[in-house]
């Protein structure tokens, strides 16, 4: 994915946007994605769905994941996700699961990010909870757990929830896990993570070597919870077609950018007439190719960088403006 649309006029026409980064446990049978993501786009009589795209699909093949960008209005947002949920829980089935990405569920992850400002978290937290309790009440067998704001009252973030459902290590234990709603979980679909929060921005960036300790170090510097650590950005290192990615979840963080740090200002936005911004990508590769460098590593090829909140809505407005619903095969047009 590049980023590109500095040109495109971000015109405010009243939509009250919702966006979707679904996460599914598969890559490898690029026709399955496509029909998970096509099913969020018709409801169940094959009628095309009001004011919905999908963006982009990013499929991963090492990972044997792919993220599936859609963008609804708030009136048909639960509907469109909870179609490709319940697409991908027919296609995919996690017994038979490989790839060297953690994943819990053939749904492995579900959060809904408020794209404008007339669109509240809270809002997103309402259709997460719909979501959540669709899947398990239409696809017997599935749950979840919830993260972010949809996690009333604690609101435990994405990778503390993780941690606590042994996401992290190589088999999780199924049986001992108390899901948040739904029955304990199966083999076939695992668990699935569903939460609200605002906007999350990929930005990953791939070191010249296989040396897996190298990732991990350069990770633990960079996250948000170390000394110098950048705010709102959860890292992990994961071996990548032959190297190691650092592939960082970059959060938004509320109020005015950090006053210490130098270089390009971060990019600033309003949900609920409050003030957020968030680490822009460069200022991450910068970091990581310092902290990599003061490992004697260098960077290999361009960072890797997802949709930023504002990338996203200017390319919904192009999209739903354009009665356009499979946008990702667009995609490459709009972007060259
Ligand atoms: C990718 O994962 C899916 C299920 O999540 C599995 O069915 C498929 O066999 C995997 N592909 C490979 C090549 O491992
Ligand atoms: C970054 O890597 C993560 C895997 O940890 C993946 O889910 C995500 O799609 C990647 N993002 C981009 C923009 O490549």
Not at 104 to 118: H, Q, R, S, T, W
């Amino acid at each position: 994915m590049v980023s590109c649309c500095r040109n495109m006029a971000s015109r405010t026409s009243g939509r009250r946007l919702v966006a979707c980064l679904l996460n599914v446990s598969e890559a490898r049978r690029k026709d399955l994605v496509e029909n998970v993501a096509k099913a969020a786009l018709c409801d169940a009589d094959g009628v095309r769905r009001e004011e919905t795209t999908v963006l982009n699909i990013f499929n991963d093949h090492d990972y044997n994941r792919s993220v599936i960008t859609i963008v609804a209005s708030m009136a048909s947002i639960r509907d469109a996700v909870l179609s490709a949920c319940q697409k991908a829980c027919a296609l995919i089935d996690m017994c038979a699961h490989s790839g060297v990405h953690p994943c819990m569920g053939a749904v492995d992850l579900v959060p809904l990010y408020p794209l404008g400002e007339d669109v509240g978290v809270e809002d997103c937290v309402q259709q997460a909870l719909a979501v959540a309790h669709g899947l398990t009440e239409t696809v017997p067998g599935t749950s979840a757990f919830l993260f972010g704001w949809a996690d009333s009252p604690l609101q435990r973030g994405l990778a503390q929830r993780r941690k606590e459902m042994g996401w992290f290590r190589k088999t999780p234990d199924l049986q001992d896990l108390r899901p948040d709603v739904g029955p304990a979980p199966q083999k076939r679909y695992g668990l699935t993570g569903v939460g609200a929060s605002p906007y999350v921005m990929n930005c990953n960036v791939t070191i010249d070597s296989q040396d897996l300790s190298v990732g991990r170090s350069v990770a633990a510097a960079l996250r948000e919870s170390s000394p110098g650590g950048l705010p709102g950005v959860q890292v992990l290192a994961l071996p990548h077609g032959g190297a190691v990615e650092i592939a960082c979840n970059v959060e938004s963080v509320a109020g005015a950018p950090p006053a210490h740090l130098t270089g390009e200002p971060w990019p600033s936005f309003v949900i609920d007439g409050q003030p957020y911004c968030h680490a822009p990508a460069s200022l991450i590769t910068a970091r990581v190719a310092e902290l990599a460098g003061g490992r004697g590593v260098g960077l290999k090829g361009t960072a890797l960088v997802g949709f930023t909140p504002r990338e996203c809505r200017a390319l919904a407005e192009l999209a739903l403006s354009g009665g356009v619903g499979e946008f990702w095969k667009e995609q490459r047009r709009v972007h060259m």
